[in-house]
Nanobody, 126 residues
């Protein structure tokens, strides 16, 4: 599976951005998906994840209530809607996927993911 992330940019604090991750490949709709981010000098951290069947989602505490992950299986895309952005959300955001044998499982650890997109920069100015 190949992943292509897009939608990053510069936004003022309190604003919104929508990231998109397009998946391609024969098993693109058999994947559990996740979003991670990495700020300069920091380790990659979990942001949000969605199960293969779209029934289950999970969020980092720092983004709960502000970010929403969703998937469009017809278009094979996963979106991350980010509202009420804060300066601490500034980072490079990566989408990731893994083949999911179980339909309902979500994954938080980056070590559980097999495929990674190239990353998209999100900068929030205060």
């Amino acid at each position: 599976v190949q992943l292509q992330a897009s939608g990053g940019g510069l936004v003022q604090a309190g604003g919104s951005l929508r990231l998109s991750c397009a998946a391609s490949g024969p098993t693109r709709n058999m994947q559990a998906m996740g979003w991670f981010r990495q700020a300069p000098g920091k380790e990659r951290e979990f942001v949000a994840a969605i199960s293969r069947n779209n029934y289950n989602t999970r969020y980092a505490d720092s983004v709960k209530g502000r970010f929403t992950i969703s998937r469009n299986k017809v278009e094979s895309t996963v979106a991350l809607q980010m509202n009420s952005l804060k300066s601490e959300d500034t980072a490079v955001y990566h989408c990731a996927s893994r083949y999911a044998r179980r339909m309902e499982t979500v994954h938080e650890s980056p070590n559980e993911y097999q495929n990674w997109g190239q990353g998209t920069q999100v900068t929030v100015s205060s």
